[in-house]
């Protein structure tokens, strides 16, 4: 008599799981949802519009005539900093939609849908390639209009997938925390208390060999440091050296190390 109930609830189950291509179809639809929240509150974009302009101005004409003599010696140096602190910071917003969605008991009612479980954590992790590209596209814009020039439209291409990717990566992080603080407020705070030390910290803004030497020893093993480094030769000599691999490997690392981490606590509350 048991096995007879035990059989078709096992069956209802296998009929009921979410294949792969179902997954893929459920993040997309859920990649859909989060564009169309920007939509309706483009206020969410500021960081990746109103930023890249703000910084690429700002740092150009503030530090360029202090730091190299002039905004247009100083522009190779400042664009592809501001090129990869821009889409790392807006990498912050993963964590903070993540837990807005959670307060407001959004979670919940995906969980009574028919979907898979992964798609609301993948949705916006996917929606926020276009973030990316946004402000990464406005910081190439910036700086082209400033009169910076690139080696070769190649080496912007790789450079802008180099920055995209490495802040997707990055976003990971972010998501961890976006399911276990316990309020966006913390989520943002924690957020911005990682990430704009790493930011300033880094070979972003200057040359590293004009710091003093204890400085230089924690920018040196900064990761942001090698993501600029790697841009910042791309953009200017239209080469792929050491800091790219660096940057490729070390971004992989960060998937393989919090995607595990991030999917166990996602799923106990999802």
């Not at 969605?101 to 954590?121: E, H, Q, T, Y």
Request: proline share 6%.
């Amino acid at each position: 008599m048991s096995a007879q109930k035990i059989i078709p609830a096992a069956e209802r189950d296998l009929k009921n799981r979410i294949s792969l291509r179902e997954t893929i179809a459920n993040s997309l639809t859920m990649a859909y949802r989060s564009l169309l929240l920007i939509r309706r509150t483009p206020q969410q974009l500021f960081d990746v519009t109103i930023q890249p302009i703000l910084f690429t101005g700002m740092f150009a004409f503030l530090f360029g005539g202090a730091i190299s003599g002039s905004v247009q010696g100083y522009l190779p140096i400042i664009i592809p900093g501001i090129l990869a602190m821009t889409a790392l910071t807006a990498s912050i917003q993963t964590g903070v939609q993540l837990r807005e969605d959670m307060d407001k008991g959004v979670f919940n009612r995906f969980k009574s849908m028919p979907i898979a479980r992964i798609a609301p954590l993948m949705g916006p992790l996917v929606a926020d390639f276009v973030r990316y590209a946004i402000a990464t596209g406005l910081t190439f814009l910036m700086g082209y209009l400033l009169g910076f020039r690139w080696a070769n439209p190649a080496a912007v291409l790789l450079a802008g997938v180099l920055v995209i990717y490495a802040a997707w990566c990055v976003g990971w992080i972010f998501a961890l925390l976006g399911t276990i603080a316990p309020t966006t407020q913390v989520v943002s705070g924690i957020s911005s208390a990682i990430l704009f030390p790493l930011s300033f910290l880094s070979g972003a803004f200057v040359p590293t060999n004009t710091l003093p030497w204890w400085l230089r020893d924690f920018v040196n093993v900064n990761p942001l440091t090698y993501i600029v480094s790697a841009t910042r030769q791309l953009l200017n000599q239209g080469t792929i050296g050491n800091d790219f691999w660096l940057s490729v490997f070390g971004s992989a690392a960060i998937v393989i190390i919090f995607v595990p981490l991030t999917l166990r606590f996602y799923m106990r509350k999802a």
